[in-house]
């Protein structure tokens, strides 16, 4: 209820009637003596009691799935769950990398969130997972960080776009082209604003989308062009209906990391798991010596 801030979605995800939650919550601020929630209009806001309530909840969770972790690690078990947190543009890749690790660890159970940069940095603030990846790790949280393959972004544009098959682009050539972008607080778009801006280049803007698949098609039915991750588009960019324009100094290229806040406890699952990435990466790529091969085809 504390995260979604609505009972009918906390009702959702427990499975339970909204009735039942609100009664609940009811019980539970009766018992403290001071409400949890306040309603103003249709948005419902966390007191201050209500924001104690959580920080303590949370310290709670953390240390029972400490502890179940480190009984099972006692018996010499790798079960229990793994909370994975990655950015939207994760989702390309990493299902598989949690598919082959559980596979090797049938017992583990995982949970995997996507998010944008903003709000997965916001969800390690407040501990709610184990790790995480980003391409850009943050800056004002320490963390622990394993940089792993590569991310390239590229500039995309629909197939029938008269620059497509131009080699050797340079960015003064968009100048009159509209540019498709990702939501504020995404990585992608951070990586290319401080690409343009170093270059004193400034994108006219059609529109800002939150969604790599939604700009994909915005830009395959010639709104205008964008700039994505390799990851997010087809092995072969005609299947999304795009082309990859040849534009001066792209591909961009970052680095996949996952990162976890410095002195964070780490479960015995996630422990295997930091374990099996380093079992399972390229250490060329790692290090950042080589340009690792990017996606033989992309999910949807
Ligand atoms: P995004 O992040 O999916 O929020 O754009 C990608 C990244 O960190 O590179």
Redesign the pocket.
Known sequence: MARRLSFTRAAEELGLSQPTVSTQVRQLSDEIGMPLFEQLGKTVYLTDAGKELLVAAQAVRSTWSDFEANIAGLQGLTRGTLKLAC????KYFAPELLGAFCERYPEVEVRLEIA??DTLFNRMRANLDDVYI???PPEDIEVEDLPFQE?ALVVVASMRHPLSGRRDIDLASLAPERFIL?EN?????E?MENHFGQHGFVPRVRMEMGS?EAIKHAVAGGLGISVL?RYAIDANPAHDRLCILDVQGFPLY?KWHLVYPKGKRLSAVCRSFLGFLGNSLDPAAAAGGERKALPKKSQK
């Open positions: 950015v939207t543009t994760a944008n940069r980003t391409s850009l991310n990702r607080g995404s990585g992608t778009r990586i790599n991750s970052e």
